[in-house]
């Protein structure tokens, strides 16, 4: 989970109105214009794990459900792109539960990694600095979302995607204990900006970060 850039809603949305309409009046067409802005925003990965979702199956996810806030149906802002994987994000999220939707970090408006850091061996820690209330919330998105399951795909997955980087990660490491950050940070920074589209780049960004 990253930090999303939501552009303009679609013109579709303005067609329909809670109360007049539901979700299964939209039109394809409609369907089809909606992902185009959600790729845009997400590079057609899943706004919560982040696996590449262009390929695999997918669905348009409302963040606060519709059976729970229906006045949210048509609400651009509460719209993303998730996978469809049964045990974590979207799915997982929708599944008979009690939480509060307030509690979870919403990547549109919030930086997920002001909460969270990840680790090369897949999982997701909760970071020192925060204080008991983000930490609370933190936790909550991770389980609301299972997003950090410690034997479950996503971390496999994720430690997967950095391994190829964990060489570069050391390289940079030794860098800067042998030149000085103007010399050594550019090269970083190019290397940040290549990986900053793949599936799971946030967990790739922070193994070359260190």
Same mark, same amino acid.
């Given at each position: 989970?990253?930090?999303?850039? @939501? #552009?303009? /809603?679609?013109?579709?949305? =303005?067609?329909?109105?809670?109360?007049?309409?539901?979700?299964?009046?939209?039109?394809?067409?409609?369907?089809?214009?909606?992902?185009?802005?959600?790729? =845009?925003? %997400? +590079? %057609? @990965?899943?706004?919560?794990?982040?696996?590449?979702?262009?390929?695999? +199956?997918?669905?348009?996810?409302?963040?606060?459900?519709?059976? @729970?806030?229906?006045?949210?149906?048509?609400?651009?802002?509460?719209?993303?792109?998730?996978?469809?994987?049964?045990?974590?994000?979207?799915?997982?999220?929708? @599944?008979?539960?009690?939480?509060?939707?307030?509690?979870?970090?919403?990547?549109?408006?919030?930086?997920?990694?002001?909460?969270?850091?990840?680790?090369?061996? +897949?999982?997701? /820690?909760?970071?020192?600095?925060?204080?008991?209330?983000?930490?609370?919330?933190?936790?909550?998105?991770?389980?609301?979302?299972?997003?950090?399951?410690?034997? #479950?795909?996503?971390?496999?997955?994720? %430690? %997967?995607?950095?391994?190829?980087?964990?060489?570069?990660?050391?390289?940079?490491?030794?860098?800067?204990?042998?030149?000085?950050?103007?010399?050594?940070?550019? !090269?970083?920074?190019?290397?940040?900006?290549?990986?900053?589209?793949?599936?799971? =780049?946030?967990?790739?960004?922070? /193994?070359? !970060?260190?």
């Amino acid at each position: 989970m990253h930090k999303l850039h @939501r #552009g303009d /809603a679609p013109k579709c949305l =303005a067609k329909y109105r809670h109360g007049l309409n539901n979700w299964g009046h939209l039109t394809h067409e409609d369907r089809t214009e909606i992902w185009q802005e959600l790729d =845009a925003m %997400q +590079g %057609q @990965r899943c706004a919560y794990c982040e696996d590449d979702i262009s390929k695999g +199956g997918k669905h348009i996810e409302h963040f606060r459900q519709k059976n @729970r806030d229906p006045t949210k149906t048509f609400d651009w802002r509460n719209l993303f792109g998730s996978c469809t994987r049964e045990n974590s994000c979207g799915k997982h999220k929708d @599944r008979p539960s009690t939480y509060d939707p307030n509690d979870l970090i919403k990547p549109d408006e919030e930086d997920p990694e002001h909460y969270f850091l990840f680790v090369s061996d +897949g999982t997701i /820690a909760i970071r020192e600095t925060l204080n008991s209330e983000e930490r609370r919330r933190a936790l909550a998105t991770l389980r609301i979302f299972n997003l950090d399951s410690q034997h #479950g795909p996503l971390r496999r997955m994720r %430690q %997967q995607a950095v391994q190829s980087y964990i060489q570069q990660a050391e390289e940079f490491q030794q860098m800067d204990t042998e030149y000085s950050k103007d010399e050594w940070m550019p !090269l970083l920074q190019i290397e940040l900006e290549a990986i900053r589209h793949l599936p799971f =780049a946030t967990a790739i960004k922070h /193994a070359l !970060l260190g």
